[in-house]
């Protein structure tokens, strides 16, 4: 269910069963350089990702709901015409 003022990627992270420190470990580890905090900020909406940033976090998301069994993918930001 999501919560008044849910941002996508907060959704589609919790849907992944990942945490934010998770979600960071996974967007590093893709080549993401936004620290832990800035991407606590991307995901609580607090702060707006530049494009690869949100793409990053998309893809880390999307790998663990692949290995979950293809829930719906996060949209990347070509697809929201970000």
Do not use: C, H
Not at 21 to 43: I, N, Q, S, T
């Amino acid at each position: 269910m999501t919560r008044p003022g849910q941002t996508l990627l907060d959704k589609a992270r919790l849907q992944a069963g990942l945490s934010v420190a998770d979600l960071w470990y996974a967007y590093f580890a893709l080549g993401g350089m936004a620290r832990p905090e800035e991407v606590a900020e991307f995901v609580a909406g607090a702060r707006e990702p530049a494009r690869l940033d949100y793409d990053l976090l998309a893809q880390a998301i999307n790998e663990r709901l692949s290995e979950l069994g293809g829930e719906k993918p996060t949209p990347y930001s070509d697809e929201l015409g970000r």
